[in-house]
């Protein structure tokens, strides 16, 4: 089976074609064009590649959140678009699930972060065995309580995600030691990772049809925030 993978949760597009144990096409891109400009090409260059072809798939894995609300309608409109036209079942990988996944197994916990804004980080904290478990979250939370939750569980710690770069002076001295920072390649999730999880979850029975999938978004969007504070007031 053979499986696309798409990801436009971050301000990185990145798609790949996974098969059983190997990756056999990926493109990553971070550059000032949108993600609605540079996926569709992205996409033929990889099916192209990989000698897969639209044909060939078996299913469509897309980042499903948290992170960019823009981003993920694009990544998730592009996907179910593309599953609606081939006949494919489309699967919802979670964006910090597919950040944390190169970092398992490394003998200690894992924690994606991604900035939130508002002074906030979407993160979530996985364990330490090979096996990726979620121990907390997913949530949007201050860098500080997310210091805390770490402190709490007491074991040395990676990072990795676009929220590393702000908050990695305040996580070393909330953490001391116990903090440790994945290289700068991984702190944006990989299109491949999207394609082997969603390899995974496939093989497991997992996926849904194009118009069943939905965002994972954490919490309300701004725009979301000031009409409900409109529409509350004027009720």
Not at 128 to 149: F, Q, S, T
Not at 153 to 174: N, T, W
Not at 217 to 234: Q, T
């Amino acid at each position: 089976m053979y499986v696309l993978g798409i990801e436009s949760a971050t301000p990185v597009a990145a798609v790949a074609v996974a098969g059983d144990g190997v990756i056999l096409a990926e493109r990553m891109v971070l550059n000032q064009r949108t993600h609605s400009v540079n996926l569709l090409p992205m996409i033929k260059s990889v099916l192209e590649e990989s000698g897969v072809g639209k044909k060939g798939l078996g299913g469509i894995a897309v980042s499903g959140g948290p992170g960019s609300f823009t981003g993920l309608r694009i990544g998730m409109s592009t996907a179910k678009s593309l599953a609606q036209v081939l006949g494919l079942k489309v699967v919802g990988i979670s964006t910090l699930t597919s950040l944390a996944y190169p970092l398992a197994g490394r003998g200690c916990y894992v924690c994606p972060v991604l900035n939130a804004r508002k002074n906030e980080v979407y993160t979530s904290v996985f364990d330490n065995k090979e096996v990726l478990n979620r121990l907390v979250g997913p949530m949007a939370v201050r860098p500080g309580r997310l210091v805390e939750i770490l402190l709490d569980l007491g074991g040395p710690v990676i990072f990795a995600g676009d929220g590393v770069s702000q908050y990695m002076d305040f996580f070393k001295a909330g953490l001391g030691n116990l903090a440790g920072f994945a290289p700068s390649m991984l702190n944006y999730p990989r299109g491949a990772a999207v394609a082997e999880l969603g390899l995974a979850a496939f093989r497991e029975g997992g996926g849904v049809a194009p118009a069943d999938l939905c965002p994972e978004y954490i919490r309300p969007s701004e725009a979301e925030v000031v009409w409900l504070k409109k529409n509350n007031a004027g009720s």
